[in-house]
């Protein structure tokens, strides 16, 4: 056993369940932020070990209270895992200035906010992780991904600074390149995925697989950037 503490944003069905349960597994003390507390209602009786904290992470003062919060409650943070995603999608024309700045805020300021809150506890300890879930869209801009592809770059780009930055202090910083449909109910009602086969799917819990491997891997190879894509 561990004692650890292991902070998940993001956390709903499908990534955010498996993430924190994964760690769970391992000992953790897993902080698990959404915005509903009836989900995190549930997912605590699930999950060993973990707590929920409504937290919006569109808003740094929400941030702020809900990282003093979790240290007050279950410690310093060890690893912090920034699932939570925009999930706002529109062509150039019709996206709007507010979808933009919301998909800005959730990707990229959640990141640097939790992040800036995280590597304080993490420099105080010697060393830490950060896990940034990403997506195709922040290596190139789909013709309707315009405010979701945008924001998911940014985000890229400042995991990349914060790697440089932090690396040589002792915390690994990496970036997961999800690539393809995730396997929840949400996406499979969907038009465009309800005829797909079951091998199109990435499943939750073997995404939070490769999280946790990122997590673990020692200082001589660490790596930055990991494709997660369905055979």
Known sequence: MTNKVCMVTGVGEGNGRSISNRFSREGYRVAMLART????????????????????????????????????????????????????????????????????RINTMGLFVLGQAAVEDMLKSGGGSIVVVGATSALRGGANFTPFAAAKAAQRSLAQSMAR???????????????????????????????????????????????????????????????????
């Open 37 to 104: 507390r009836e989900r995190l209602d549930q997912f605590e009786k699930e999950i060993d070990g973990a707590k929920g904290y409504v937290c919006d992470v569109t808003d740094a003062d929400s941030m702020s209270s809900t990282v003093n919060a979790v240290r007050d409650e279950l410690g310093p943070i060890d690893v912090f895992v920034h699932n939570a995603g925009s999930g706002m999608w529109a062509d150039f024309q019709n996206t709007t200035a507010e979808q933009m700045e919301t998909a800005w």
């Open 165 to 231: 930055g932090l690396g040589p202090k002792g915390i690994h910083v990496s970036y997961v390149v999800v690539d393809g449909m995730i396997d929840i109910p949400r996406i499979r009602e969907m038009d465009w995925a309800k005829d797909a086969p079951d091998d199109a799917f990435l499943r939750p819990d073997e995404i939070a697989d490769a999280i946790w491997y990122l997590s673990e891997q020692p200082r001589s190879t660490w790596t930055f950037e990991l494709d997660l894509r369905p055979y």
